[in-house]
């Protein structure tokens, strides 16, 4: 499995942005696919928010469609969720995770995302 280290979570206030990254380390086949995942407060279930493939395609949820938007940098093993016009119910830990060959799920620590109104 790979090591997957998030960073860019904090406290915006609604209507601001914030950019999440997550570098995956530690493997020898790059990712096939990285994205992300959030957990709301109260909530037990992850719910997928975007994800994108080495090729480059991108799927996102469409709870954040024309607001948030994931990019990747595959000769870092780098993904990126960019994440514009945040609401207060966007506030989750958000959890990157990669789909490697040969290899289960990886996944992150967790960044908090705080939205207040």
């Known amino acids: 499995q790979a090591q997957l280290v998030e960073s860019g979570g904090g406290l915006v206030q609604a209507g601001g942005f914030l950019r999440l990254s997550c570098r995956a380390s530690?493997?020898?086949?790059?990712?096939?696919?990285m994205g992300w995942y959030r957990q709301a407060p109260g909530n037990q279930r992850r719910e997928w928010v975007a994800?994108?493939?080495?090729?480059?395609?991108?799927n996102l949820a469409d709870s954040v469609k024309g607001r948030f938007t994931i990019s990747g940098d595959n000769a870092n093993d780098t993904v990126y969720l960019q994440m514009n016009s945040l609401k207060p119910e966007d506030t989750a830990v958000y959890y990157c995770?990669?789909?490697?060959?040969?290899?289960?799920?990886?996944w992150g620590q967790g960044t908090q995302v705080t939205v207040s109104s």
């Open positions: 995770y990669a789909d490697l060959k040969f290899s289960s799920r990886s």
């Open positions: 994800s994108i493939t080495s090729g480059g395609n991108t």
């Open positions: 530690g493997t020898i086949f790059s990712p096939n696919a």
